[in-house]
């Protein structure tokens, strides 16, 4: 198993910048793939990145492609999620998520086995 916790949430002015960080605990495999999800109000949940845990490779939802950026640190087991030119639409909580994916940058949220319990984001116009 693999436990998840987020942190670096909070308000944030339109065009300003955040980075959200995921620790993970317990055991690791090179097969993984770390996703960051997010559900704004009244929204259903949509996927925003991707990164394989082995190799680095990395995929975006169009709505974020060239503002945000998702990196990891394997030997600290972190993910990040560095977020620029942030804009009101990007309000919502942010998950991160593991799925067993065997390198596949899949944007399916029912391919994520592992959840963290979410950090807020809040833009303001």
């Known amino acids: 198993q693999v436990q998840l916790v987020e942190s670096g949430g909070g308000l944030v002015q339109a065009g300003g910048s955040l980075r959200l960080s995921c620790a993970a605990s317990?055991?690791?495999?090179?097969?993984?793939?770390m996703g960051w999800f997010r559900q704004g109000p009244g929204k259903d949940r949509e996927f925003v990145a991707a990164i394989t845990w082995s190799g680095g490779v990395t995929r975006y939802a169009d709505s974020v492609k060239g503002r945000f950026a998702i990196s990891r640190d394997n030997a600290k087991n972190m993910v990040y999620l560095q977020m620029n030119s942030l804009k009101s639409e990007d309000t919502a909580v942010y998950y991160c998520?593991?799925?067993?994916?065997?390198?596949?940058?899949?944007?399916?949220?029912?391919?994520?086995?592992?959840w963290g319990q979410g950090t807020q984001v809040t833009v303001s116009s």
């Open positions: 998520a593991v799925a067993n994916g065997w390198g596949r940058l899949t944007l399916d949220a029912l391919e994520y086995a592992y």
């Open positions: 317990g055991r690791t495999f090179s097969s993984y793939v």
